[in-house]
Structure formats: C-alpha cells, structure tokens
C-alpha cells in the first residue's frame, strides 16, 4: 500500500529562519510527487511536481528536491506570507495518496 | 486558463436531508475530475474519480455518489446525510495522464456541517 509521512507535522519560524519540510513515502513505480500548499479555508494550490530522483524545482524561497525515498521542501528566508499548510502528495499506479501536511508558521 | 467552481461554499443540513455539491470546469476539455474529502487532521480521502462523462470510480464505500452529466461537470451527491458526512468536500481537476501524471488543481472547497 503507497504511504506518505510527512514531518514536522508544524513548524514555527522565525522570518529569514530557513528550514525544510519533510515527505518521505513508499510507492512502488513512482510517476509523480507533487507539492501544494493551503491556506486555512482554501483548496489545495499547485506548487511542483517531481518526476525522478535527482530532480529538483524553484519557485521564489522554496525549492523542492527528490530522492528513491523522500522530497523535501526547502524554505529560504521565509515571510510571513509562507504561513500555510504544505501537503505532499505521491501516485504511482492508482489515485493520488496524500500526506497529512506540515503546519507552517512564520513569525514576524 | 483553466478555471474549476465549486458551489456552495459552505452548507449547513439537517441529518437525512439530501446533497448535491457542484464543480465545474472551465478553459480545458475531457480532464480527469475528483471528488476529495479533508477532514480536520487527516489528510484528503479521494472519494470519487471520473476519466469521462458517465464514468465514475468510487474509491471507498460510502452515503454518498457523483455524477457526470457533461464533460466538465461533475456532482457529488447523496440521499441522506449522515453526521459522519461533515467535512471539507473538494473538487479537483486534471489533464488526462500522457507520458507522465498531471498534476491535480483544486478548487475552493464546500465546508459541510451535519446538524
């Protein structure tokens, strides 16, 4: 069965703390792993997908990477507008499995 | 661009009422639609998923089941609600899967609380 485990389950920063968000999962024939982010009362926002181990994504202070076993998402100089839920997400040959998500707060 | 609608935003139904929940679709033909439940602490539950117009796949038994009446339309419905239906119901769409797997893009979800 695909499983995906994410942690810290929260994580408070302090702005211009960088740190990095963890997704570590079990799936036989990855096709995709993908990161989103959610704002409180909102769906789920596309952020990256990552095909293959190796590969890496940047969108602004966040950059993701993938290994056999794990991504992460990395948070360079985190404002308070990066406060949000992070999710990821893996599929290989059935629907999309999701984590529980990282609770990301950024403190002024 | 691709624009998806979900409606309504928030509901509030009695225990053994009934339930449709709409989402629609804009700016990209035949994509691959979803029907997701979040509930607090969880991570989302896929409930439904469809490739095509009246082709639906249910993930996990359930009070509840989806249509879809056109293309880009898809429904989630149900006859009579439970108080375990509560939740954060969101719908989802995507192309259809070539080479490599399209991401799913989300809207904005219906809060639906049981009384």
């Known amino acids: 069965e695909d499983q995906v485990t994410q942690s810290p389950e929260a994580l408070r920063l302090q702005e211009g703390e960088s740190s990095s968000l963890n997704c570590s999962y079990t799936v036989s024939g990855l096709r995709g792993l993908f990161w989103y982010r959610q704002d409180p009362g909102k769906g789920p926002e596309f952020l990256f997908t990552l095909y293959s181990a190796g590969e890496e994504k940047e969108k602004e202070r966040l950059k993701a990477t993938l290994t056999k076993k794990e991504s992460f998402l990395h948070i360079t100089a985190p404002k308070p507008e990066d406060s949000a839920t992070y999710l990821c997400?893996?599929?290989?040959?059935?629907?999309?499995?999701f984590g529980k998500g990282t609770r990301l707060s950024v403190i002024a | 661009s691709q624009t998806i609608h979900q409606w309504p935003a928030t509901l509030v139904q009695p225990v053994g009422s009934p339930l449709s929940l709409e989402c629609t679709v804009e700016?990209?033909?035949?994509?691959?639609l979803y029907w997701y439940r979040q509930a607090a602490g969880r991570g989302l539950q896929l409930l439904f998923y469809s490739v095509g117009i009246g082709q639906i796949s249910s993930e996990v038994p359930q009070n509840l089941s989806a249509s879809r009446p056109q293309d880009r339309q898809f429904i989630l419905s149900s006859k009579k609600l439970l108080l375990s239906d509560s939740g954060f119901y969101l719908c989802?769409?995507?192309?259809?899967?070539?080479?490599?797997?399209?991401?799913?893009?989300f809207g904005d979800g219906t809060r639906l609380s049981i009384l």
């Open positions: 989802a769409w995507s192309e259809a899967p070539g080479a490599r797997n399209q991401p799913q893009h």
């Open positions: 997400a893996v599929q290989a040959n059935t629907p999309l499995v």
């Open positions: 700016g990209t033909s035949n994509p691959n």
